[in-house]
């Protein structure tokens, strides 16, 4: 009772939601609720992009719109500092998106409905997820796509919104090269020289992506852009 009390004067969850839910999916609802607030102060926007803490991730998911029936099925992340991925264990959980999952998503990403059925539910995973996460600033290649399913998620078990930091690579690459024909993940990795190891497989995806922008931030360094502001600043001009 102390524990779940504790929860309650935390702000995270009310005594009425704990006991309809229960105890171990309201604990969860607590700590994603916890990582949302007073999150963007944990990334000061003057922290230099060299010594930067973050998250490279990506998302599976059964097709392109959250909000009519669509759903994650997978998210895989890595850590990175800097221009380095860190030694820690990378992340990746399959999440059981309750429904079928079309013939041509699991064609394009190996994932089965066999699969997802045994996999965790969506309040497990993001519960995990946003534990790896901790209050690190997120990058991901196209993450509108990302940031919609993440909100829609956060939304429908917790009831709150991103705020979490957010680099997109796909707005790096349109600012370092506007002129470029195509800004698909694909393109870019063969552009700069990353091996393309797993496509549309979350950790995989991530990894690659980690590795793209290693390969921005000295072309970054070069622009006098050293801090995450500098970089905000820049992307919103471009």
């Given at each position: 009772?102390?524990?779940?009390?504790?929860?309650y004067?935390?702000?995270?969850?009310?005594?009425?939601?704990a006991?309809m839910?229960?105890?171990?999916?309201?604990?969860?609802?607590?700590?994603?609720?916890s990582?949302?607030?007073?999150?963007?102060?944990?990334?000061?926007l003057?922290?230099?992009?060299?010594?930067?803490?973050?998250?490279?991730f990506?998302l599976?998911?059964?097709?392109?719109?959250?909000?009519?029936?669509?759903?994650?099925?997978?998210?895989?992340?890595?850590?990175?500092?800097?221009g380095?991925?860190q030694?820690?264990?990378?992340?990746?959980?399959?999440?059981?998106?309750?429904?079928?999952?079309?013939?041509?998503?699991?064609?394009?990403?190996?994932?089965?409905?066999?699969?997802?059925e045994?996999a965790?539910?969506?309040m497990q995973?993001?519960?995990?997820?946003m534990?790896?996460?901790?209050?690190?600033?997120?990058?991901?290649?196209?993450?509108?796509?990302?940031?919609?399913?993440?909100?829609?998620?956060?939304?429908?078990?917790?009831k709150?919104?991103?705020?979490?930091?957010?680099?997109?690579?796909?707005?790096?690459?349109?600012?370092?090269?506007?002129?470029?024909?195509?800004?698909?993940?694909?393109?870019?990795?063969?552009?700069?020289?990353?091996?393309v190891?797993?496509?549309?497989?979350?950790?995989?995806?991530?990894?690659?992506?980690?590795k793209?922008?290693?390969?921005?931030?000295p072309?970054?360094?070069?622009?006098?852009?050293?801090?995450?502001?500098?970089?905000?600043?820049?992307?919103?001009?471009?």
């Amino acid at each position: 009772m102390g524990r779940m009390w504790h929860l309650y004067k935390m702000g995270g969850i009310t005594p009425a939601i704990a006991s309809m839910l229960g105890s171990s999916n309201a604990q969860q609802m607590a700590f994603i609720r916890s990582m949302s607030r007073d999150q963007r102060k944990e990334s000061a926007l003057d922290t230099p992009l060299m010594e930067m803490d973050a998250v490279v991730f990506d998302l599976e998911t059964t097709g392109f719109n959250p909000y009519n029936g669509d759903e994650i099925m997978s998210i895989g992340g890595v850590l990175i500092k800097g221009g380095e991925l860190q030694e820690a264990e990378p992340f990746y959980t399959l999440v059981n998106p309750r429904r079928k999952i079309p013939k041509h998503i699991t064609e394009l990403t190996g994932i089965t409905n066999e699969m997802a059925e045994e996999a965790p539910d969506l309040m497990q995973g993001l519960h995990d997820f946003m534990d790896f996460v901790g209050r690190r600033v997120l990058i991901a290649h196209g993450s509108g796509h990302d940031k919609q399913f993440l909100n829609a998620a956060l939304w429908k078990t917790s009831k709150i919104n991103l705020t979490h930091r957010v680099l997109d690579t796909m707005m790096v690459a349109k600012w370092l090269e506007p002129k470029r024909k195509s800004y698909g993940l694909d393109e870019l990795l063969e552009t700069y020289g990353v091996d393309v190891t797993v496509r549309h497989h979350a950790l995989h995806d991530s990894v690659m992506t980690a590795k793209l922008w290693f390969q921005f931030l000295p072309i970054i360094q070069t622009k006098q852009v050293q801090t995450i502001g500098d970089l905000y600043a820049y992307l919103s001009r471009h």
